[in-house]
């Protein structure tokens, strides 16, 4: 779901899956995706500040064949439950390029508002794009957490 070079997603060889997720063991706050007992991709709060409570979400899909299943939201879901009950966040934003609509649109699923847009933040296969902050706050995520299906 994340954006960046748009042409070259393709499913991880085994070794590069492997060095993916020890790239991921140190991290307060990674987890895998899994679907179908296969690798499919990874998510995090970075800068994650307790004091604060806040953190920045990522999201990766790396099988573009998997997109559009909704795995990208359940994955959202559950890192927000954590997020926000074990964590205690007050607050969770994330970027996205304006070009990846399914993203934004996952985004918004999960309660995700549009915050603003930093123009021609991404140089991406050539070209300038913008990026999308979206944000989503505790009581926002307590309060449509019941309209999730």
Not at 42 to 60: K, N, P, Q
Request: hydrophobic fraction near 45%.
């Amino acid at each position: 779901m994340y954006g960046g070079n748009r042409s070259d997603m393709q499913p991880l060889t085994e070794e590069a899956a492997r060095r993916w997720v020890h790239s991921l063991i140190n991290h307060d706050f990674a987890w895998i995706i899994e679907f179908g007992g296969c690798l499919i991709g990874h998510i995090r709060l970075d800068r994650a500040d307790l004091r604060d409570r806040r953190a920045s979400l990522a999201v990766g899909i790396e099988d573009k064949t998997l997109l559009g299943l909704g795995l990208g939201p359940e994955a959202i879901k559950m890192v927000l439950e954590y997020a926000f009950d074990v964590l205690k966040l007050h607050r969770v934003s994330v970027r996205v390029l304006a070009y990846n609509t399914p993203a934004i649109r996952a985004y918004k699923k999960c309660g995700f508002v549009i915050e603003g847009r930093e123009r021609e933040a991404a140089f991406v296969d050539g070209a300038w794009y913008d990026d999308v902050m979206m944000g989503i706050i505790e009581n926002e995520f307590r309060g449509g957490r019941s309209l999730w299906k």
